[in-house]
């Protein structure tokens, strides 16, 4: 596992996913930032396009770790979107099934996910791409680089 620095902490939070309602969600998330003295900007998603949209805001606006907050979905957007690029994905598993997050080991409540992306460890996930869709290989921790494989 390797060390990073969180800088600029962006949360990308799928309101859809999950059966928790949206402002006690934006609060839990907010409460486990603060007491690690971290302020992420907490951005609200409904949709995949918006999704797609704020995720690429987020990397212009320079944000180091973008965090997908979601379900398999959401984390596979954002990871796909992240692949190639020197930025961190940190996951807070709040989706329903929340399998890519079991796969890796990621703590599935809030708090001990948010502490984990703070310890700033994140670890290498091969990624591969066929058919227009990008896959992922596990090589543990909530935040993840992604480096695409080779073809």
């Known amino acids: 596992m390797e060390k990073t620095n969180t800088g600029k902490v962006a949360v990308i939070l799928n309101v859809t996913s999950g059966p928790t ?3 006690e969600r934006v609060r839990e998330i907010r409460d486990a930032f603060a007491t690690l003295d971290l302020e992420p900007k907490i951005c609200l998603v ?3 396009m918006e999704l797609d949209h704020r995720v690429r805001v987020a990397l212009e606006e320079g944000y180091q770790t973008i965090v997908a907050a ?3 979905g959401t984390v596979n ?3 796909s979107l992240l692949a190639g690029t020197d930025r961190v994905l940190g996951i807070l598993p709040v989706g329903t099934w929340n399998h890519f997050a079991k796969d ?6 809030i708090p001990e996910a948010v502490r984990t992306i703070a310890e700033r460890s994140y670890q290498i996930c091969r990624c ?3 058919k227009r869709k990008n896959f992922y290989q596990q090589q543990t921790a909530p935040s993840i680089k992604f480096r695409r494989a080779n073809r």
Do not use: Q, Y
């Not at 890796?104 to 409540?109: A, D, E, N, R």
């Open 21 to 23: 309602e949206t402002s």
């Open 46 to 48: 409904h949709s995949g």
């Open 70 to 72: 979601g379900g398999d």
């Open 77 to 79: 957007a954002t990871a």
């Open 104 to 109: 890796f080991g990621i703590p599935l409540t």
């Open 128 to 130: 591969g791409h066929g």
